[in-house]
């Protein structure tokens, strides 16, 4: 039997020439498409624009892929919570929603599990399971955008920094990047997106050509080629000069600011030496350094950074004029950091 189509991994275009086939108008898709997107509704009998024939075939030939939640935790403050969702396939994921003053923030999920490897993460440690379709990736945003509309907030930022490389899914991310910034579709302005890669270099080059306004961020960690091959495998296929040369081929093409994240570990990269070395790495780019002590895994023995050796990394940052930022570590109490909920229900 033909599977039915799951109406979120089909982009506007594509739902267009589906209506097209069932001799129905284009604009019956950009209908169902604000249905789904922006009135949020998920049974097509609800669509009470559509037609009655055109909303029993939907019901009857399409579906609507919906994960199912496993489990949650939420951190003590109430600001962090994140969700363990299982696929149609039985596959498990996982997105977190991060409430602030002034914004709430979705990180998702691109891939079940991943192929990067690097060893403080628990995602890496777990390894590949397969990729995410589009519509696997747009649900996760969906489902935090259902529960916040019912306390009547909103989602405002979303982050693709959960499990797995966004570049390494690169066709089904940039198709759910575009149902996310359609105008059409959830309509989330392109500066609230952040898209964050572990150094793919072709990817970055690819993505600088999309002219679009998303953010980047690059997992650096460390700024030294010895010491970032043994934290992020990665970087004995895309070195640091390889990487910093992409880097500025994108900041080049787009002018945009371009964001360094790096994990601090105790005694491992947050040395003078390190912080020199960074320092030396950006210094004259148009690029922010974020900061934020490590998040503890089971698979990985290092600690965070003590604050003596922060104050020492960030006070040769401050000398050298290097913009950067030490960002706060949320859901520590749940272990937030990405794979970790998957990984306690597991074992």
Known sequence: MKKKPNLYNLSLDEMIALYETWGEPAFRATQTWEWLYQHLITDPDKMTS?????????????????????????????????????????????????????????????????????????????????????????????????????????????????????????????????????????????????????????????????????????????????????????????????????????????NRQVTFEWVLIEDVNDTEEQALALAARVSGMLAHVNLIPLNPTTGFSGRPSSPEHIEVFTNILDRRHISYSLRLRRGIDISAGCGQLRERQQT
């Open 50 to 254: 559509l037609s009655k024939s055109l909303r029993t075939r939907l019901a009857e030939e399409t579906t609507l892929e919906l994960p199912t939640v496993l489990a949650r935790q939420e951190s003590i403050d109430g600001e962090t919570r994140k969700d363990l969702l299982e696929l149609s396939d039985g596959a498990t994921i996982e997105v977190i929603l991060m409430r602030y003053i002034d914004r709430r923030s979705a990180c998702l999920s691109t891939q079940v599990g991943c192929a990067v490897g690097c060893r403080f993460c628990a995602t890496g440690q777990m390894g590949f399971k397969r990729q995410l379709r589009s519509g696997e990736i747009i649900a996760q945003v969906l489902h935090l955008m259902r529960e916040l509309k019912s306390q009547d907030q909103k989602l405002t930022n979303i982050v693709l920094m959960g499990m797995g490389e966004p570049l390494l899914n690169y066709d089904n991310t940039l198709a759910a990047i575009r149902c996310m910034i359609h105008p059409k579709g959830m309509a989330i302005g392109q500066r609230r997106i952040t898209l964050s890669t572990a150094g793919i270099a072709p990817g970055i080059r690819r993505f600088a050509k999309e002219d679009l306004q998303v953010n980047l961020a690059v997992s650096l960690h460390a700024a030294t080629d010895e010491l970032r091959s043994d934290l992020m495998p990665v970087n004995r296929r895309y070195n640091l000069n390889e990487l910093f040369s992409v880097v500025q081929g994108y900041i080049d093409r787009t």
